[in-house]
Each structure stands twice: as structure tokens, then as C-alpha cells.
């Protein structure tokens, strides 16, 4: 048990250091939601949920990626396949996304 919390803990502080090296150095872009199902996470009573999205970036190709992000039931009845939303990429490695908002 406290080895799962041990890694459970770094594994987050990892993801919330790209998180915020995103928000700073990320490049914006268009995505179309192309999946959105829920992972059985919840973090304060609202779920998580893992999208695959295409994004559309202004140079260059298109591209899929992951994206994991707590929504409030309403965020997710916006979002259903085919919903445009703003996200984040990072222009090192392309498949580290965040999401913004609702397009």
C-alpha cells in the first residue's frame, strides 16, 4: 500500500511539472475530439476521462493524440465525437497534450 502511494504520488508530480512546462512553452491549437471515454478515476467526485483528439496545428501536419483530464458532467455532455476544443501541445514531443477549453 504504501509503495502504490509512493509511486502513485511521484507520478503525479511528474505529470503536473509537463502539465505546467506545457502552459508556459505549449504551442495552441484546434483539436476534433475523436474519442472520449471515462478511465474510473475520480478526483473530488468528478470523473476522469481519456480523449483522443486530432490536432491541427498551423504549421505543419496533422496529428492524434492522448489527452486525460477531470470533467464536470456537464463539460463532458458538451463533448461528444466530433467536438472541436483548444488544447496545448508540447513542440518537443508531440503526443503531450493538455486540454483548455471547449471550442
Known amino acids: 500500500m504504501i509503495i502504490f502511494y509512493i509511486i502513485s504520488t511521484l507520478r503525479k508530480n511528474k505529470q503536473a511539472k509537463q502539465k505546467e512546462k506545457i ?30 483528439v486530432k490536432i491541427q496545428p498551423e504549421k505543419g501536419a496533422g496529428f492524434e493524440a492522448e489527452v486525460r483530464e477531470i470533467l464536470s458532467y456537464s463539460k463532458y455532455d458538451a463533448m461528444k465525437q466530433g467536438s472541436q476544443v483548444m488544447v496545448k501541445y508540447d513542440p518537443e514531443y508531440y503526443k503531450r497534450v493538455i486540454f483548455l477549453q471547449t471550442a
Do not use: D, F, H
Open 23 to 52: 502552459l508556459r512553452e505549449g504551442i495552441e491549437a484546434s483539436a476534433t475530439v475523436l474519442n472520449i471515454t471515462p478511465t474510473g478515476e475520480y478526483l473530488n467526485n468528478l470523473p476522469e476521462y481519456q480523449m483522443k
